[in-house]
T-cell receptor, first 110, second 115 residues
Framework: DAKTTQPTSMDCAEGRAANLPCNHSTISGNEYVYWYRQIHSQGPQYIIHGLKNNETNEMASLIITEDRKSSTLILPHATLRDTAVYYCIVILTHGQNFVFGPGTRLSVLP | DADVTQTPRNRITKTGKRIMLECSQTKGHDRMYWYRQDPGLGLRLIYYSFDVKDINKGEISDGYSVSRQAQAKFSLSLESAIPNQTALYFC??????????????FGPGTRLTVL
């Protein structure tokens, strides 16, 4: 079973920040939070991951709460091409049990 | 990701036929995975391999088998295809990195239809 809970769908206006929440209240101390997205039926695309600290890369920012029970993926300036299903995944470092739940379907609207 | 390729990209077959899906990677990763995705659902792990001599069952291995021919190649076989194996199939690779993270990179997928 997935260890995360995400909203089924969200809308965001083009050019605005998209904030995608994820709850992972049972996360353990050595589990990472990963985010992937899947555009239409393409292969999932890695976005970002983190353990405790907030992280930022060229695609997005990841904000993890101090108690690590939830996180937020931020796409700072959403474009139409960011329309996709976004998956939040919690895994141990060895990663063999990536569990992809249904994710959040983000629609970026013009 | 062009570093992970899957063949064929689309396949239509009949019930009872043997099917092989192939995955190749140029990323030099030791770990490879096979997932399936059904419409509207997330991905489910079928098999994974941490090196050439290592094969492990995932969540839904029944009806499937795999072969790790080389570090770069990982094949998925359906010995006798059935209609409920109609799905999107994804191959992924990863490499355990310093610090313990294990980011997976996915291929473009194979759409399999079993009639």
């Amino acid at each position: 079973d997935a260890k995360t809970t995400q909203p089924t769908s969200m809308d965001c206006a083009e050019g605005r920040a998209a904030n995608l929440p994820c709850n992972h209240s049972t996360i353990s101390g050595n589990e990472y939070v990963y985010w992937y997205r899947q555009i239409h039926s393409q292969g999932p695309q890695y976005i970002i991951h983190g353990l405790k600290n907030n992280e930022t890369n060229e695609m997005a920012s990841l904000i993890i709460t101090e108690d690590r029970k939830s996180s937020t993926l931020i796409l700072p300036h959403a474009t139409l091409r960011d329309t996709a299903v976004y998956y939040c995944i919690v895994i141990l470092t060895h990663g063999q049990n990536f569990v992809f739940g249904p994710g959040t379907r983000l629609s970026v609207l013009p | 990701d062009a570093d992970v390729t899957q063949t064929p990209r689309n396949r239509i077959t009949k019930t009872g036929k043997r099917i092989m899906l192939e995955c190749s990677q140029t990323k030099g990763h030791d770990r490879m995975y096979w997932y399936r995705q059904d419409p509207g659902l997330g991905l489910r792990l079928i098999y994974y391999s941490f090196d050439v001599k290592d094969i492990n069952k995932g969540e839904i291995s029944d009806g499937y088998s795999v072969s790790r021919q080389a570090q770069a190649k990982f094949s998925l076989s359906l010995e006798s295809a059935i209609p409920n194996q109609t799905a999107l199939y994804f191959c992924a690779t990863s490499d355990l990195q310093f610090g313990g993270t294990d980011t997976q990179y996915f291929g473009p997928g194979t759409r399999l239809t079993v009639l």
